[in-house]
């Protein structure tokens, strides 16, 4: 079954990526021997060559390739990268990341695919633990670091696994799966898709591809729209099959009272922050109750979900408080600041550091809003990914266009902040450091400054 990986030398072309150290790990597990390359060493890479997963280059490695059987690369690999270039050139077998992960997920009973604009990597972690918690042996590949599980893959039967399923250049309908949650859909990546209604059409053709059951929004997503024979809802509405009332906030612990089809099941707590992880709750309740794990289970297992890194994650704690959130859309941004609101706190301080000039440019008029509540934003250069700048779409240009927030400042240079940090925080303030770039390294950094003078 594993053959065409067993003892086949696989080159991963920016193995750091959180997806791709993942497959990398599940390649390995599989017999492969895994090689990769990286413009930067880093936490993913360090992890892998910590646990002596793979052999890894950072810049170009010709000699790799040369000698590879298999080559995978991230689309964040420019089509003219001599690396990948060179695969072509010498006919290596060569696969796109989301290839690898439809040819991987195939080797599985059951695959559970979590998908949406916002949510997926909190969802899939929480998911994975409750199926973990059950008992049921998942593999689990998830877009981020899940706390419980201290990585972005735990190894598990070949019964169960559950995946985040990225809608980005519609990597997602490489799956087939057998249940596919559906969180939210909104307008993002104007990079691949030209409107809402493009998008839509990606994730409508995803459930298309789904087997047996369809979990989806039931507040935010029409059940006609999505004519599938096995659909389940989710939501705060009680029109939905399963539902959230009485909601509740107390010392930093969230409560609230769970329906199933109009009979309570009990209360859920959780330590997860604000009304879209009780979204993300709701839809991983869902599907548990599908596969039938029981309720003590279930909520014992939500109880004890310790989150994900880089998603509302408190990174010092003292006379102020900095969180870092991968939060890089005006929605997800809108909800972060509105759940830090809902903590003890002076003032909000947001860092913003955006991702991708074609995100920014598209929905500027969105961007310039979703800030509210802040007390202070400070607005950090983009980070372009795999863009070249685009005129109106710059950091700048967003900074220009900032409403509803009474102070706001532009940094030239991520660096630079610290200063400006040291000298504006006071206590019982709260510092939102935002983005899905680079930014978790400044953040990370600036909070060890603090760990040191303490």
Known sequence: ???EFKNKNIVFLGIGGISMSALARLCYSLGANIFGTDITDNENVQALKHDKIAKIKIGKAPLLVKNADLVIFTNAIPK????LKLAYRLHKKVYERATLLGILSCKYNNLIAI????????TTALLGWIFYQAKLAPTVHIGGIAKNFDSNLKLGSRNYFITEACEYQKSFLHLNPHTTIINNIEMDHPDCYKDKNEIQKAFLQLSRQTKDNLVINGDLLSKDGFNF???KTFGFDSSNDIYAKNIKSEQNITNFDIYAHGNKLGKIYTSLVGEHNIYNILSAVCVAIVYHIDFDTIKTAILSFEGTKRRFENIYHGAFDLI????HHPSEISACINSAKKLKHNRLIGIFQPHTYSRTLALMPEFSKCFLGLDILFVLPTYPAR???IMGGRAIDLFYNIQNVKSTQYFTTPNSINYT????LQN?????WLGAGDIEKFAREYAKTLVNIK
Request: aromatic letters at 2%; zero cysteines.
């Open 80 to 83: 003219n990268d001599s690396d």
């Open 421 to 424: 940090l040291d000298n504006v």
């Open 1 to 3: 079954m594993d053959m």
């Open 387 to 389: 863009e070249q700048t």
């Open 229 to 231: 024979k096995n659909t």
């Open 428 to 432: 019982g303030d709260i510092v939102l």
């Open 115 to 122: 998908s949406g604009t916002h949510g997926k990597t909190t």
């Open 324 to 327: 870092l959130d991968y939060a």
